[in-house]
């Protein structure tokens, strides 16, 4: 019945709990739209980085990432290879040589990371092919092709069919070139990937850089889905306890981190929100409780106890932000539902957005850990508030308040 | 035997220039079952007295007895316990919860009691009837007349089954025919179930009907005269 009476009294001034409810669902809104939205952004960033950059997991010598050195090697690659593609969960397995080296133009040079790849397998691995804007994967071209990015082409003034000249250490120590012609540009979003990472065929690198028969320096692996990702890891160490095996959030810690902190500051910004919705709310249930100083004091007269009489007033605050936050955090939810299908996209922005990798176009997603801890945050926002403006009435003497016109 | 014992009672206001001696040395009795008015003009202290009668404040010396309980020595929240209990409220401006309906208003003070629903709604059901509001149960305060709230008010003061009941100028803001009609059911509840008012008022009518009129002025007793209750009450049906 006290809350009953609580809900009454919420619309005995309908306008201006209205308005507080209104503006707790606009700030909710806003809210969880925001975390939707950079969920979105941070989830396709993440699958941008899996599927066309890192892959699930990596092999490597334990010494290749630190020293980028050509002469750490994993032996008889093809061999481990179809070891790895019978593990289950596995749906594309690649070797990669790797090698930094100089690429030149006619024009001018550049420093770049060169990967040696077979153009078939490292379609399983990775969805680059897809992003071919100009020529073809691997095709058109027979001797010496190369796959480069758009950035790098427009930096080198190259098109498809240019020549371009790849030089580099060799494993013997020795500088050694190749001319090469490009077969495909490609384009992601991501401009400083683009701009320094060129790709040739395996065994053209292999004979170029004097690498010993079946060596290589890395293998990506690819998952048919991300649950298999710490099961087939574990295998992999297990298989070759000599090698370095890393998943895609050791490899691009960038990755692993960007989630958390993220978070971080989402919570941060939901909090200010609710901070300055709670004072609207105090401010509201203040008046409340100053327009009612004589029927508080009828209800402490005909025996209502103080602690009903701050739960009451509780009650009327709490429901107000209760209501304002679900609706606020449900068409938050909604919108976020009907623009994940739909995409929101960014088109003006797109240089800036590119730059730092990530598309234009966003699919928010919704993050329910967050909405739950929203949810409660209302909840405490709604008790907070009332503190103040029940304390305020518990501190009424009936006989005074009665007293009041 | 008395209900009510009320010994030199004072009160004195710390006004911002003077004190103010509202009530000022106040012996009475009141005996269970009395129809007692609380008579004198304005600013004699009727409602600071009522305010001690009925636990709302504390004198600043002198005793209270209802009961046999001395309700100096009970504590603020004891205190609003004993109200609950004990103690029936009418206010001059009915001060009903604006937002309950007239059964509501009735029940709301048992469930403070914790008295369960079903019962809850037969006692207000039937204690609006009997102030002969049975069809207007489900109306809001501001539905009613002022008559009409007060006679809500009646009601509510006596859901929580009180022996004694406290009503502050009840009809001060009522027509003489809704005066009439409220003093009638509260005499009849008098009669009926023994149950103990007390009254202040201004109005000789209300005074007329009264069993016992005791005369307050600044804050002194100066008058207390019990009347024969077939003398006053007559042929009034
Ligand atoms: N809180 C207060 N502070 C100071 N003085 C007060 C306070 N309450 C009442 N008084 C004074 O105490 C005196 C008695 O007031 P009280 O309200 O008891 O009179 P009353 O007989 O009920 O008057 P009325 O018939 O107008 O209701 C008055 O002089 C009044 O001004
Ligand atoms: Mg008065």
């Known amino acids: ?14 306008t201006r709990s209205l308005v507080v409810i209104l503006a707790m669902v606009v700030g909710m809104f806003a809210g969880i739209f925001m975390v939707s939205f950079a969920k979105g952004m941070m989830k396709e960033r993440l699958n941008r980085g899996i599927e066309t950059e890192v892959s699930h997991i990596q092999i490597h010598h334990p010494k290749f990432r630190e020293a980028d050195e050509l002469k750490y090697q ?72 190369v796959v480069i990015g758009q950035k790098l082409a427009d930096k080198l003034s190259v098109h498809v069919r240019s020549k371009i000249v790849l030089t580099f250490q060799d494993d013997e120590g020795n500088i050694t070139s190749g001319a090469f012609r490009i077969a495909g540009i490609y384009q992601t979003v991501n401009t400083s990937f683009d701009e320094t990472h060129v790709y040739v065929r395996f065994d053209d690198l292999d004979q170029l850089a004097a690498l010993p028969q079946g060596a290589a320096q890395e293998i990506a692996v690819h998952l048919s889905s991300q649950k298999y990702l710490n099961q087939v890891k574990n295998k992999l160490s297990d298989m070759y306890p000599n090698l370095e095996v890393l998943t ?63 739960r009451m007033i509780m009650w009327e605050s709490v429901m107000m932000s209760i209501i304002g936050g679900t ?25 800036g957005f590119e730059a730092l990798g990530y598309g234009t176009t966003v699919h928010p997603i919704i993050d329910w850990g967050i909405t739950i801890n929203v949810m409660v945050l209302v909840f405490v926002t709604g008790i907070v508030a009332a503190v103040y403006p029940a304390l305020k009435a518990l501190k009424l003497n009936p006989a005074e308040a009665l007293r009041t016109e | 035997m008395s209900i009510i014992t009320i010994k030199d009672l004072h009160k004195v206001y710390d006004g911002t220039q003077v004190e103010v001696h509202a009530v000022n040395g106040v012996t009475l009795n009141i005996e269970e079952g009395e129809f007692s008015a609380l008579v004198g003009p304005s600013g004699s202290g009727k409602t600071t007295l009522m305010n001690m009668l009925g636990g709302l404040d504390r004198p600043t010396s ?14 603020d929240s004891e205190l609003i316990d004993f109200r609950l209990h004990h103690i029936g409220f009418v206010f001059q401006s009915y001060n009903l919860i604006p937002v309950l309906t007239a059964l509501e208003n009735v029940e709301f003070i048992m469930h403070l009691q914790g008295i369960p629903s079903a019962e809850r709604y037969a006692r207000a059901k039937e204690l609006l009837e009997a102030v002969g ?23 509510r003061a006596l859901a929580s089954k009180p022996r004694y009941v406290l009503a502050d100028e009840p009809t001060a803001n009522l027509d003489s025919h809704s005066t009439e009609n409220l003093l009638d059911i509260m005499e009849e509840l008098n009669r009926k179930e023994n149950i103990t008012f007390v009254f202040s008022t201004h109005d000789a009518r209300v005074v007329k009907k009264a069993h016992r009129v005791i ?14 209750k077939e003398v006053v009450n007559g042929p009034n049906e």
């Open chain 1, 1 to 14: 019945m006290i809350i009953h009476v609580a809900w009454r009294n919420i619309w005995r001034n309908p």
């Open chain 1, 327 to 351: 609706l606020g955090v449900g068409i938050g939810l909604l919108v976020t539902i009907w623009t994940n299908h739909t995409g929101i996209s960014f088109d003006s922005y797109k240089t």
């Open chain 2, 133 to 155: 509001l049975g069809d207007r149960l489900n109306s809001r305060p501001g539905q009613l007349s002022g008559g009409q709230q007060q006679r809500v008010a009646v009601a």
């Open chain 2, 215 to 228: 005369v307050l002025e600044d804050g002194k007793v100066i008058s207390d005269e019990v009347r024969k």
């Open chain 2, 62 to 75: 002198g005793q209270v007895m209802i009961n046999g309980t001395d309700l100096s020595q009970l504590k």
């Open chain 1, 74 to 145: 994993i032996k008889d690659v093809f061999q481990k290879i179809k070891d790895i593609e019978q593990i289950e969960g596995v749906n594309g397995v690649s070797p990669r040589i790797v090698i930094q080296a100089m690429v030149a133009s006619a024009e001018t040079g550049s420093g770049v990371k060169l990967i040696g790849t077979d153009p078939d397998r490292e379609k399983t691995v990775s969805n680059l092919y897809t992003y071919i804007k100009k020529g073809k994967w691997f095709e058109g071209i027979s001797r010496n092709p």
């Open chain 1, 248 to 310: 895609w959030k050791k490899l691009n810690p960038e990755f692993g981190y960007i989630n958390d902190v993220y978070d971080y500051y989402l919570y941060v910004f939901i909090i200010i929100i609710l901070l300055a919705l709670g004072f609207g709310i105090v401010n509201t249930i203040l008046m409340a409780v100053l327009e009612r100083v004589k029927e508080l004091g009828m209800l402490m007269a005909i025996g209502m106890k103080k602690g009903r009489i701050f």
